[in-house]
């Protein structure tokens, strides 16, 4: 680690420097404010009666706290012709989140382990095109998509979007897996083999055992896509299958007559939360896993 | 170890999805791009027309503006804002890993999330020119969100507070592993804080810059749920990019062979910033 910040050591700190210390940290804590505006004017105001919304503002705390807005948000919105509120939704995201995490992090140990330890010819070109689907805009597979889903009967199923969410997740995990398994101690697969271990030995007694850190990350970061995922879900998903976001957008933008704001929010931070959970549970591991996909290091 | 029959035959499965649902799928809307295609998929072939008519659309045009202005400002104020956060917090500071949360936790927001919550923050009725209305400053307005013109800044900022930490964290990964050798150096020939950070420091992040804005270019080409959740693509259609006129005349105007055209320019733009970045990147790794 490089030591780069200079007031922190020297016996004699100098005036300036006391200045320089304290004007960091007032920049820091302002914009440390800005960034927790958003979350706190949801929080406070999906506390609030809707009247007080209209007449009172977004900054202050709720006169009267009411509970309402959740209950609304959770069981009885209006969200396309049904009045259920978000808890089916919720439920779906979850049916597809969960099969698809598993899946695909079990692809990308695969592959990883495939692509690091085996060689054969093209290997790198394999690699490169399955990375490359990460950055692909899929707007360009949406057409071909929505037909091959109708052919194989998964249109608006949980079940196609799972397999959607699978396939272009691919290039992700297998990005992590292979990075994180092109660092591992070559002798300690070399000596397993010896010991006569053969492809599947190798993967589950010595690699996977060594694999948590990048298990973690890679269960965060697709769960965190997955979850939050929308275009695939609009597109794909029947009103029975629509994932969260594609309720939470539809009961925001869609609904007519009174904005119900404190409905609104109450239902944006339920879409949240998860994620939310899951980020400050892991957050060490969530900025690894952020950065493995683009710094190494 | 040379791969034999089943390390083949494992990788197969994915090599043979990606391979028919990404460069197969993008083959066949390449395809359906020259076709008459309109509410279905219409084989009968038409040459460029698509492509000329939608260069000949004032709506793709605006998409496209759109496009540069979100871009442009996304990725410099982002990657600016970004490295900024990422060298204050470098300072040593305390309770370091709360203010990195803070700074990284809209990062774990669906587009859709942040789209409702920034929504009602630009409303007039109710957001920050309420609010400061309210503080005694009546004559104060901002109505981004309701002029056509000016919406698509409220993109740009609600992206910006998305990502900015995502950046930054990337940076402060890229600070953290800065060889020390040179920063010693030039501390010891007297050189100031900033001066290191200007002619050592940032010089090293290069890399870190590169996969940044590769990153940040792809992001915003794709950038979609966001204009969805917190305009809609409006007022009228002011703040379309592209993606929402792809979705728009595919899927809603039945103009496939337009749309199918529109979404292969996406895929040349990203395509034009990420292979050469790719090619490199796995150049680069080397296993053992």
């Known amino acids: 680690m490089a030591d780069v910040a200079l007031p922190s050591q020297g016996t004699h700190v100098s005036a300036g420097l006391r200045v320089g210390r304290v004007a960091l940290y007032a920049v820091l804590g302002f914009m440390a404010l800005l960034f927790l505006i958003p979350l706190y004017v949801m929080l406070v105001n999906a506390f609030k009666p809707l009247s007080e919304i209209e007449t009172g503002n977004l900054i202050t705390l709720p006169s009267h706290w009411t509970l309402q807005p959740w209950l609304t948000a ?24 969960i099969p698809a995490v598993i899946i695909s992090t079990l692809i990308g140990a695969l592959n ?8 054969f010819r093209g290997a790198n070109l394999v690699y490169a095109a399955l990375l490359f689907a990460v950055f692909i805009p899929f707007q360009i597979v949406l057409i071909p998509m929505a037909r091959l889903l109708g052919m194989m009967d998964l249109s608006g199923t949980i079940k196609g979007l799972i397999f959607v969410n699978v396939v272009y997740g691919i290039g992700f995990v297998t990005l992590f897996f292979r990075n994180y398994y092109a660092a591992f101690p070559h002798e300690l697969v070399r000596s397993a083999r010896m010991d006569g ?24 970061w697709q769960f965190t896509n997955i979850w939050n995922e929308f275009l695939f879900g609009s597109t794909f998903s029947s009103y029975s299958s629509s994932p969260l976001t594609v ?25 949240a939360v998860p994620t939310l959970i899951v980020y400050l549970l892991s957050g060490k591991y969530f900025v690894r896993g952020l950065m493995a ?4 290091g | 170890m040379k791969a034999g029959f089943l390390p083949k035959l494992l990788l197969s499965p994915s090599v043979l999805l990606v391979l028919a649902c990404v460069y197969g799928f993008i083959a066949y809307t390449v395809y359906l791009s020259f076709t008459a295609s309109q509410m279905l998929p219409n084989y009968e072939w038409v040459g460029l027309t698509n492509y000329k008519i939608l260069l000949g659309l004032q709506n793709w045009w605006i998409s496209v503006n759109n496009l540069w202005i979100f871009a442009l400002l996304y990725i410099v104020i982002s990657m600016g804002l970004g490295l900024f956060l990422a060298i204050l917090i ?27 919550a920034w929504k009602w923050l630009f409303d007039p009725g109710v957001g920050f020119e309420h609010v400061i209305r309210q503080l005694g400053f009546t004559s104060f307005s901002l109505r981004w969100v309701t002029e056509s013109h000016l919406a698509i800044y409220c993109i740009v900022v609600a992206a910006i507070w998305q990502t900015t930490g995502f950046v930054m964290a990337m940076f402060l990964a ?18 100031r804080t900033w001066q290191i950070y200007v002619h050592v420091i940032i010089p090293q992040l290069a890399p870190v810059f590169a996969s940044a804005f590769v990153v940040l270019v792809t992001m915003a080409i794709k950038s979609y749920d966001l204009v969805v959740a917190l305009t809609s693509g409006g007022p009228a259609n002011g703040s379309w990019l ?43 790794v080397k296993y053992g």
């Open chain 1, 197 to 220: 271990a053969g492809f599947f030995g190798v993967l589950w007694r010595i690699l996977l055992p060594n694999s948590a850190p990048i298990i973690v990350v890679t269960v965060i």
């Open chain 1, 247 to 271: 309720a939470l957008n539809n009961l925001v933008n869609s609904s007519m007559g009174v904005k119900e704001y404190n409905v609104y929010f109450a239902a944006a931070i339920i879409a």
């Open chain 1, 112 to 119: 990883g382990y495939i692509l690091t330890q085996y060689k």
């Open chain 2, 242 to 284: 592209p993606s929402v006129f792809m979705y728009q005349y595919t899927f809603t105007r039945s103009e496939m062979g337009v749309g199918s055209a529109s979404s292969v320019l996406m895929l040349l733009a990203v395509g034009l910033f990420v292979l050469p970045y790719l090619l490199s990147e796995v150049r680069r």
């Open chain 2, 174 to 191: 890229g600070l953290r592993g800065i060889d020390a050798e040179p920063v010693n150096a030039a501390r010891i020939d007297g050189a």
């Open chain 1, 293 to 296: 996909g683009s710094v190494k």
């Open chain 2, 90 to 116: 470098d300072q040593k500071i305390r309770a370091e890993s709360v203010v990195r949360s803070i700074f990284l936790y809209p990062m774990a927001l669906s587009f859709i999330v942040v789209g409702t």
């Open chain 1, 74 to 97: 959770w069981g009885t919105a209006q969200i396309g012709v049904s009045a259920h509120g978000l808890k089916p939704y919720f439920l779906n995201s979850f049916l597809i989140a």
